[in-house]
């Protein structure tokens, strides 16, 4: 089993900058993928950044430009700086990992979520 424990999230003016983290423990022998999605209110859940193992990443429109995602693979961790928010980008932000375990079997997990909210 893995756990996925986000972190960074809270109430930012429109303008500000955040910095979400995410770390993954548990049975783990490698990540192959690391993304965060986003569930604004009354919205579906939709792609913000994704990064694989390599380093390649991949940025819904929206965002690019003013977020960056970031892994550190030594520590399992995913990151993601938010700069010059705005209020369409609140919502709550999910972390997802696509785990390979020791015993070789593949898994996605998925974070409980922190909230962004950005109002002045």
């Known amino acids: 089993q893995v756990q996925l424990v986000e972190s960074g999230g809270g109430l930012v003016q429109p303008g500000g900058s955040l910095r979400l983290s995410c770390a993954a423990s548990g049975n783990i022998f490698s990540i192959r993928y690391m993304g965060w999605f986003r569930q604004p209110p009354g919205k579906e859940r939709e792609l913000v950044a994704s990064?694989?193992?390599?380093?390649?990443?991949n940025y819904a429109d929206s965002v690019k430009g003013r977020f960056t995602i970031s892994r550190d693979n030594a520590r399992d961790t995913v990151y993601l700086l938010m700069k010059s928010l705005k209020p369409e980008d609140t919502a709550v932000y999910y972390c997802t990992a696509e785990v390979v375990a020791i015993s070789r079997a593949i898994t996605n997990y998925w974070g409980k979520g922190t909230l962004v909210t950005v109002s002045s």
């Open positions: 990064i694989i193992s390599g380093g390649s990443t």
